[in-house]
């Protein structure tokens, strides 16, 4: 992740002093390119892909730490996929990928496919717990349905969710979610796991999925 990183600072460079301070590429003369092009999407989901994740999730940090607002990036990952892909075959693994993308299509902030089986959401906004909460539920309630209608049976998700402390570099936001799916694997699959602060000496929080019921009247008494 150091080109992510070293555009990431001088972005930063940029938007302090107003020019790039040595850069490896001077970005203010790039054009950025629409979004729907097919360099910035991923051919199977119709999601968009790392290369559009790395500039967006640049874009979005250079943003926060300019602004002085908050910024979350959420990282889901399928459970036993692999198992998927023997059981099932292939063509029904890229079956589960694509109606992954179809179901989250329409979501505020877009989703990137970052690895096989392996997609990022940036929230550039502050989030609470509650609302961290009903958001991962309902990725998991609405992808088990669909994926048991798809394969007869439910496929789980694990998720890592991470806030990003001002001046820090994109990969480590990046490994901090990613140590945080690992938790939520290591626990038992089937969950969600924040992070704060460092890998190895931050705090890691379960945050279990609701039920549908749960979930309805989550927002039921969010909407009062």
Do not use: C
Request: proline share 4%.
């Amino acid at each position: 992740m150091s080109k992510i990183d070293d555009i990431f600072r001088a972005l930063l460079e940029i938007n302090r002093r107003g020019q790039p301070k040595n850069p490896i590429i001077d970005i203010t003369k790039l054009e950025r390119k629409p979004i729907n092009t097919g360099e910035y999407i991923d051919s199977l989901t119709g999601l968009h892909n790392e290369i559009w994740f790395e500039e967006e999730l640049n874009r979005r940090m250079v943003d926060s730490n300019r602004l002085g607002t908050n910024l979350w990036l959420l990282i889901v990952d399928f459970d036993f996929f692999k198992t998927i892909n023997i059981e099932y075959g292939r063509s029904s693994g890229n079956q589960v990928l694509k109606m992954f993308g179809e179901m989250v299509a329409q979501e505020e902030f877009p989703f990137a496919r970052i690895g096989g089986e392996e997609f990022a959401q940036i929230f550039p906004k502050d989030l609470g717990l509650d609302e961290i909460q009903r958001t991962v539920s309902k990725y998991s309630l609405n992808f088990k349905d669909k994926t048991k209608e798809l394969l007869g049976q439910e496929v789980s998700v694990s998720m890592g969710i991470t806030k990003m402390n001002f001046g820090e570099i994109p990969s480590n936001l990046i490994n901090r979610a990613e140590a945080a799916v690992f938790r939520s694997k290591k626990q038992g699959r089937d969950r969600s796991t924040l992070l704060e602060d460092h890998p190895i000496t931050g705090t890691y929080v379960t945050v279990p999925y609701l039920t549908r019921e749960q979930l309805s009247s989550n927002i039921t008494q969010n909407s009062v």
